[in-house]
């Protein structure tokens, strides 16, 4: 579980780390707060979250099992342990497809 949400935290700094990496080039100040001001701030969490809802919606449409698919939970065969897998185009329990 740690791992999306340091990768979600990661992707909302990015705007910050680019905006302190133009800081450093063009030679100002990154931690002067004359470098920081409020509004040039609020842009820069606008963009993040703006990336990181982009982000979440990208992994909700890209990642997972096919709408069609159907999950068998993890169980035993013979005395073999058989994971949990995704069967794609068979029907649901109820008679559904």
């Known amino acids: ?3 999306p949400v ?12 680019a905006y302190a990496l133009f800081l450093v080039a063009t030679r100002s ?3 002067a707060q004359s470098s920081w001001p409020a509004h040039l ?6 963009g993040s979250l ?3 809802i982009i982000s ?3 992994l909700a449409h890209f990642t997972g099992a096919a709408p ?3 999950y068998v939970p993890a169980h035993i065969e013979n005395g073999k342990f058989v994971p949990g897998a ?3 185009g068979t029907e649901k329990p109820g008679g559904g497809k």
């Open 1 to 3: 579980m740690i791992r």
């Open 6 to 17: 340091l990768t979600e935290v990661g992707i909302f700094l990015i705007p910050f780390v």
């Open 29 to 31: 100040g990154v931690f």
């Open 41 to 46: 701030v609020a842009k820069l969490v606008l």
């Open 50 to 52: 703006l990336l990181v």
């Open 56 to 58: 979440f919606i990208m």
């Open 68 to 70: 069609d698919s159907t």
């Open 86 to 88: 995704e069967i794609p």
